[in-house]
């Protein structure tokens, strides 16, 4: 960390905020500061771009956009970004400080990692990008400098969004190509051009560089490496390491691979083959490694790369030549000679004793029937087919509760205790732990969309669309949704389908006999084009629907003429005397519309107005009509509402 204060930042408040207290790094596109944040009262890291690109307007438009990405994702593995601006020429980033170092800084000081070691690092790593990848962002420059280890030892990726950020730029890319180079994907090098399989490619030789040591592929110059990218193959890894897992060098070279058709096709798929292959390693497989790597078992480590100094140190040969001379032992009588000889006859006796019983042990380990594995194909397998095949090798099968899993489909074996491969004797017990399905996710609101942009909406969420059924709505135009189910803001499984329900139009309600004011308000505040004929036929109440076209059941549409013929009263002096012994002196009180309002604040708000309270339909929780809607009505008449 740079502390000497001969930056002209240190010390500025950016923006009245972030006070630059020193210098952290300086690359080819920004510097990085450690600073304060004096409103909130925290520590953070403040990335401010160089003046070169700061004067590029779009460059400063993309960095903003992608910045604003980037601040949307959520996930631990991921540094968080707090705030963007500028400061007169000042552009910058303000995100979360990780106290730690990177990637680059372990991997120089232990010059490999195990193979368990390494993909325990690479876990958090895909699950960083996943999530990207899962927002539609494209990191574009992976690499160990970019991954940060906390002092408790949390992997976390930082940089997202700046990388695509760059391509932006109209400025040269070289010192972009130096920098990154060995971990450009071929379509990066032949068109520029990346997505989420681009990531993956640099993942995977992050991965071949964390358990050799070395990247895949070295030149003299950045073109050569990059020439290499796009005509040579990524080779496996236990090609320069012997005694790496083949599983973990099929991993490496499906992420290389140079057709991206052919590598997992996110972080999120490569993540998933990584978990697999990290629970299938015994837990002491590096300790192994390492074991073997100590004197006595020198061919791997001449194999494999240089290690660090300290490594070194504890696996250095000594050569004869180099001891310091001795002093010679003195000579020895004849006696002590027949009984030293004696003494080695016995002792290379009882070493060949030894070295048989270790032996006949080995072998007995090794080929006796006393001893059998886990399958390694066992994740992914039905239950009942992994059931059938462990029983099948004498093993007895219990099964655990079912787990939601991301990496297997609903039904299948989502993890084995003990994992596969795993050395375990004839008749011991494998738990299988069956998945229930993936992880489920928040069903999303999208009422009032057509069944189209509904379900790519559904997609787009990670959720599987369902069928299709149709209902009539009052409310809701036809062809567009009224809900889902389960409904919006519940949780659902992706393996199990969301269905929609799609409004078939409105169709036209029964009114005969109905009051024929409430009737007219009911169709108008359906968008209905109302037209009201008056009779008078003997018999039937007055002021009532008598009949209507469209009649019952018909489909509608907003402005559809609609004819109601109300028997009409025959009453004297505005209504006061009428015949039939219907009097019109009844109390007429406003008519509340409660439209919106949840059924209970509904209830209240009508009863407490004077009217009795009908529910008709009730599908939400919401009122979205009632009649009669507006005018008024006696007191003490009937209100019915639905939703």
């Not at 601040?71 to 910058?92: F, I, K, M, T, W």
């Not at 390494?118 to 420059?141: F, K, N, S, T």
């Not at 290690?307 to 003195?330: I, N, V, Y």
């Amino acid at each position: 960390m740079d502390t000497t204060g001969t930056d002209p930042l240190v010390g500025r408040v950016l923006d009245g905020r972030y006070r630059i207290e020193s210098r952290i790094a300086r690359g080819g596109m920004a510097t990085v500061y450690v600073a304060r944040d004096i409103r909130l009262d925290r520590t953070v890291a403040v990335k401010v771009m160089h003046a070169g690109l700061a004067a590029d307007d779009q460059f400063v438009r993309r960095f903003i956009g992608e910045a604003k990405a980037a601040a949307a994702l959520s996930n631990p593995n991921v540094v968080a970004v707090y705030d963007q601006g500028s400061d007169g020429e000042h552009v910058y980033l303000v995100m979360e400080y990780v106290r730690g170092r990177t990637l680059r800084d372990l991997l120089s000081e232990q010059g490999r990692l195990g193979p368990r070691a390494a993909l325990e690092i690479m876990q958090p790593v895909l699950a960083a990008l996943g999530a990207a990848h899962r927002a539609g962002l494209v990191h574009r420059d992976v690499k160990p400098e970019n991954v940060l280890i906390t002092e408790d030892g949390r992997a976390k990726v930082a940089d997202f969004g700046l990388a695509r950020a760059e391509t932006a730029s109209g400025m040269t890319k070289t010192g972009m190509i130096i920098g990154t180079v060995g971990y450009l994907a071929p379509e990066q090098v032949l068109s520029g051009t990346a997505d989420v399989r681009s990531d993956v490619y640099a993942a995977g030789t992050m991965l071949f560089e964390l358990v050799t040591g070395r990247l895949p592929h070295q030149g003299d110059t950045p073109l050569a490496v990059a020439y290499k990218h796009v005509n040579e193959t990524v080779p496996p890894p236990s090609t320069l390491v012997p005694g790496l897992p083949h599983r973990l060098d099929s991993l490496v070279t499906r992420a290389t691979a140079k057709d991206p058709a052919h590598r997992p096709q996110d972080a999120n798929a490569f993540l998933a083959e990584v978990a697999e292959v990290h629970a299938g390693l015994p837990r002491d497989f590096d300790q192994r490694m390492h074991h073997a790597a100590e004197p006595g078992h020198t061919a791997v480590m001449r194999s494999g790369p240089p290690m660090a100094a300290a490594e070194g140190s504890r696996t250095r040969m000594l050569d004869a030549r180099t001891l310091p001379p001795q002093a010679a032992p003195p000579p020895r009588s004849g006696a002590d000679r027949a009984v030293g000889a004696l003494t080695g006859r016995y002792v290379l006796i009882a070493i060949g004793a030894v070295a048989a019983v270790i032996l006949g042990w080995a072998v007995w380990y090794q080929t006796s029937g006393q001893y059998d594995h886990v399958p390694e194909q066992i994740i992914g397998m039905r239950v009942a087919d992994a059931r059938d095949k462990l029983e099948g090798g004498g093993l007895d099968v219990q099964v655990a509760a079912p787990v939601f899993s991301d990496r297997v489909r609903k039904g299948e074996v989502a993890a084995s205790d003990p994992g596969p491969g795993a050395r375990i004797t004839q008749g011991a017990t494998v738990t299988l732990t069956p998945s229930k399905g993936r992880v489920p996710r928040e069903v999303p609101d999208v009422s009032g969309k057509s069944a189209a942009e509904a379900k790519q909406i559904l997609q787009d969420k990670g959720l599987t669309p369902g069928g299709v059924s149709t209902a009539a709505s009052q409310s809701v135009a036809k062809g567009l949704v009224m809900r889902t189910d389960p409904p919006a803001g519940e949780k659902q499984s992706p393996d199990e389908p969301v269905r929609l329900v799609v409004s078939s139009g409105m169709s036209m309600p029964s009114l005969l006999g109905r009051n024929g004011q409430e009737a007219e308000n009911r169709l108008r505040s359906m968008g209905l084009d109302v037209k009201v004929e008056r009779r008078r036929e003997k018999g039937k109440p007055p002021g009532t629907v008598l009949s209507q076209d469209p009649r019952a059941g018909t489909g509608v549409s907003r402005g559809t003429r609609v004819t109601l013929v109300v028997n009409e009263r025959n009453c004297l002096i505005g209504g006061f005397f009428c015949d039939d012994g219907d009097r019109g002196d009844g109390e007429q009180i406003p008519v509340p519309t409660v439209i919106g309002q949840p059924f209970d604040q509904a209830r209240k708000a009508l009863k407490a107005s004077g009217f009795k309270v009908k529910i008709g339909s009730k599908v939400g929780n919401r009122v979205v009509g009632q009649n009669p809607i507006g005018g008024s009505a006696p007191r003490d008449s009937e209100v019915t509402i639905w939703g």
